[in-house]
C-alpha cells in the first residue's frame, strides 16, 4: 500500500492503471500513424513530424475516455477485472463506449479547433488503443502478481472478522492462508510464515495472554521482511476502513492524524465553498426545472427541511428537494427503504439520480456542512445509534457531507448493522480525512451518480 497526505491506496492498482495509460497511448498513436500512412494517397503523405500533435491528441482522447469507461464498469477492481478476462463482456462494452464516444469527439474537434485528422488515422488509433489494452487486460496477473498471502494469528472471533473483511473488501489482492491459535501453536511463529510464504502477518487473537512467550516471533517476522500489522492496523491500511469491534480509544487518542492545522481547515473551507459555488451555479437552471416537476407531481413544498447532527453534535436544519409525499411520517420517524411507497414519482427520480441533494449546497455554503463528510443523520437516531454502536458519536469530529467514504465504499443501508459497516468507512475519513482524499472521494461520486449506485 501507498500513503499519500494520510490516505491510503493500492500500490498495484496504481502500476496497473499505469501500465494500461501508457500501453493504449503508445499503441493508438502508432496505429493512428501506420493507418495514416497506409490510406494517404500516393505522393501526398504529409511528413510525419507535422502530424505529431494531432496523433498524440488523439492518443490522450482513446486514453480518457478509453479508462474512464473501463472505472464506470468496475474493471479497475482488480477481482472484476481478473473474472472478466476470461468471458470480456464488461471490457467489449467499455471498448464499444469508447469508440463510439472518441470517435464522436474527434469528428467535432475540427469542426471548432483547426485539426483534420489524416484519412484512417481514427480507424488506426482505436485499433491501435483496442490492441494496447487487451495486452494489458490479458497480462494482468503478470502485472499485478499473485494475491498477497496473509497469515492471521488467532482463531477466535477477531481472526475470523478479519478473514471476512479481506474476502468482502480486499478485491481478490489477499488471500488467507492460514489461522493459527498461538497458544497451541507447536512451532515458532516465524518459521510458520514462512514456510506458507506469508507476505502479511495480522495478528488478531482475541486473547492476548501468554503473549509475551510468541511475540518476538512477531518481531522476527517483521526483519524477515514481512508485514506485520494488529487487526486494526491491516484493517485501516489495506481495506482503508476501522472495525468498530477492535478499535480501542487510545488508537485515536494517540493519532496524529487528528490534529488539524487552522491553515488545513482554512483549505477545506476554501475547497468547500468553491465547489459548492460551482455546482450550484451549474446546477441553477436544471434545478428550476425539478423544481417545477414536483410542484405539478404532488401537493406540498418544492423543499423538504429537516433537522440533523452535525459538527461536535450540534443541529441545524438541512435542505433537500421534496421526494415524499408531506404525510410520510405521520406515524414518527423511520428508516428510509427500498422501493418506499411514500416516494413520489418525480421523487423516485431526483433519489436514484441524487438530484434532490443538490439544496445542501446552502448548507455547505453556511458552513453548517462540508462536501465530504459522514452522512448527516436524524438526532433521533443519532441518540439510538450512539447507544447501540460503539464509537458512533466520533463521526461528529467533523462535518456531515454531502458525499463521503462511507456512501462511496458502501451500499445504502437502513438498519443498525448496516450504521455499524458505514461507522467503519466514517471511522476511517475522520481519521486519514484530507482535500487529496477528498478529491477522490468526489470523483468516485461521479461514477455513483452516473450509474445511480447507493439510491433508494
Not at 493504449?24 to 500513424?33: F, S
Not at 485539426?115 to 494482468?140: H, K
Not at 506458507?196 to 524477515?224: E, I, N, P
Amino acid at each position: 500500500m501507498l500513503r499519500v497526505f494520510h490516505h491510503y491506496f493500492s500500490a498495484k492498482k496504481l502500476t496497473f492503471f499505469l501500465a494500461e495509460s501508457s500501453a493504449i497511448a503508445l499503441a493508438c498513436v502508432m496505429g493512428a500513424a501506420a493507418c495514416a500512412a497506409l490510406f494517404a494517397p500516393a505522393g501526398t503523405r504529409p511528413p510525419l513530424s507535422t502530424l505529431w500533435p494531432t496523433l498524440l491528441g488523439l492518443g490522450a482522447a482513446f486514453v480518457v475516455t478509453f479508462q474512464f469507461t473501463l472505472y464506470l464498469l468496475d474493471l479497475y477492481d482488480l477481482r472484476i477485472a481478473a473474472e472478466d478476462r476470461a468471458r470480456g463482456y464488461r471490457f467489449l462494452k467499455a471498448a464499444g463506449v469508447t469508440a463510439m464516444v472518441a470517435g464522436g469527439v474527434m469528428l467535432v474537434v475540427p469542426l471548432v479547433l483547426p485539426v483534420a485528422l489524416p484519412p484512417g488515422a481514427l480507424l488506426g488509433g482505436a485499433m491501435g488503443a483496442l490492441a494496447g489494452t487487451l495486452v494489458v487486460r490479458v497480462s494482468i496477473r503478470a502485472l499485478v502478481g499473485a494475491p498477497h498471502d496473509v497469515l492471521i494469528v488467532g482463531d477466535g472471533l477477531k481472526a475470523r472478522a478479519v478473514a471476512t473483511s479481506i474476502e468482502a473488501g480486499g478485491e481478490g489482492s489477499y488471500r488467507v492462508v492460514g489461522m493459527v491459535n498461538p497458544a497451541t501453536l507447536e512451532e515458532p511463529l516465524d518459521r510458520l510464515a514462512a514456510g506458507l510464504g506469508a507476505d502479511f502477518v495480522v495478528q488478531a487473537a482475541d486473547d492476548m495472554r501468554g503473549g509475551v512467550k510468541w511475540v518476538d516471533s512477531l518481531l522476527s517476522c517483521r526483519l524477515q521482511g514481512r508485514r506485520v500489522y494488529d487487526a486494526t492496523g491491516f484493517c485501516e491500511r489495506v481495506l482503508r476502513r476501522i472495525p468498530v469491534q477492535f478499535l480501542r480509544a487510545s488508537d485515536f487518542a494517540f493519532a496524529d492524524e487528528l490534529t488539524v492545522s487552522p491553515l488545513r481547515r482554512a483549505f477545506k473551507r476554501a475547497f468547500d465553498l468553491a465547489i459548492a459555488s460551482l455546482l450550484l451555479g451549474l446546477s441553477a437552471p436544471f434545478l428550476l426545472l425539478v423544481a417545477a416537476a414536483i410542484k405539478l407531481d404532488s401537493r406540498g413544498p418544492v423543499f423538504y427541511r429537516q433537522e440533523r447532527t452535525g459538527l461536535g453534535g450540534a443541529t441545524y436544519h438541512l435542505w433537500k428537494f421534496r421526494s415524499m409525499r408531506t404525510d410520510a411520517e405521520k406515524n414518527g420517524a423511520v428508516w428510509a427503504r427500498a422501493n418506499d411507497d411514500r416516494v413520489t414519482r418525480v421523487g423516485r427520480f431526483i433519489r436514484r439520480t441524487r438530484i434532490d441533494e443538490i439544496p445542501q449546497v446552502f448548507n455547505v455554503l453556511m458552513g453548517e456542512m462540508s462536501f465530504v463528510g459522514p452522512r448527516p443523520e436524524r438526532p433521533v437516531f443519532v441518540a439510538q445509534l450512539k447507544q447501540q454502536i460503539p464509537f458512533y458519536g466520533l463521526r461528529e469530529a467533523v462535518k456531515p457531507g454531502l458525499t463521503g467514504w462511507a456512501q462511496i465504499r458502501y451500499p445504502y443501508g437502513a438498519s443498525v448493522e448496516d450504521a455499524r459497516n458505514k461507522l467503519e468507512f466514517d471511522l476511517y475519513y475522520v481519521k486519514n480525512g484530507s482535500l487529496f482524499l477528498d478529491m477522490g472521494i468526489i470523483f468516485h461520486t461521479v461514477r455513483h451518480v452516473l450509474l445511480g449506485r447507493g439510491a433508494r
